[in-house]
């Protein structure tokens, strides 16, 4: 099956740096990859989502880049704020799934 | 609010008991998927439903079983529960189930067996 790795596990930034976090997948036929943000005791939240045939997306201050060939993908946040602080899971959906394997998410902490 | 609702927030039972996690999905979803979040394990796939057919089938215990209803609401039930089975567990739902779709998530259901 499908293998996430996902990293760093920790992230602390200043307020108004940049935060990028990285992910690799196995499954060469992976074609949909999201990114959810999950603060504390709730529930995961779709912040953005790219798909194989583009190699960037951007969402004002998040971006995401998929690189098919080395098989990772990033999430690029700028200008950060405190209220990006939260655990973030890069996903993937392999061939033949229609789930999601998860990668095992990003403590960020944006220091005020 | 994602539109997508679980019932209850919290449960707290002992080991051996056996439990009902309900969830609703977003208006016009016809798939529903289940997953466990556990601090060791992360988030972990474990069964989909589509329009009340099973579609797939991830790391689910064989004491735990799920099903849809003609309504679309599911439930997933755990038996003779272990104090690992404590998690937080989440439904998420898409419009067709399909490959490449969005999944919008639940508020989940925070479970702690004592």
């Known amino acids: 099956g499908e293998n996430v790795e996902q990293h760093p596990s920790t992230l602390s930034v200043q307020e108004g740096d940049s935060a990028v976090i990285k992910c690799t997948y196995s499954d060469s036929a992976s074609n949909y990859f999201p990114w959810y943000k999950q603060e504390l005791g709730k529930r995961p939240q779709l912040i953005i989502d790219i798909r194989s045939n583009v190699g960037e997306k951007k969402d004002q201050r998040i971006a995401v880049t998929l690189n098919k060939t080395a098989k990772h993908f990033s999430l690029h946040i700028t200008e950060t704020q405190p209220e990006d602080s939260a655990v973030y899971f890069c996903?993937?959906?392999?061939?033949?799934?229609?789930?999601?394997?998860f990668g095992t998410g990003t403590r960020l902490t944006v220091i005020p | 609010d994602s539109g997508v609702t679980q019932t209850p927030k919290h449960l707290i039972t002992a080991t051996g008991q056996r439990v009902t996690l309900r969830c609703s999905p977003r208006s016009g979803d016809l798939s529903v998927y289940w997953y466990q979040q556990s601090l060791d394990q992360g988030l972990q796939f474990l069964i989909q439903y589509y329009n009340g057919e099973e579609r797939a089938k991830g790391n689910i215990l064989e004491r735990f079983s799920a099903q849809q209803f003609p309504d679309l609401h599911s439930e997933l039930n755990l038996s003779s529960l272990e104090l690992g089975d404590s998690a937080l567990y989440f439904c998420?739902?898409?419009?067709?189930?399909?490959?490449?779709?969005?999944?919008?998530f639940g508020p989940g259901t925070r479970l702690l067996v004592l």
């Open positions: 998420a739902s898409s419009t067709s189930g399909t490959r490449g779709e969005t999944q919008y």
């Open positions: 996903a993937a959906n392999p061939t033949g799934a229609n789930n999601l394997f």
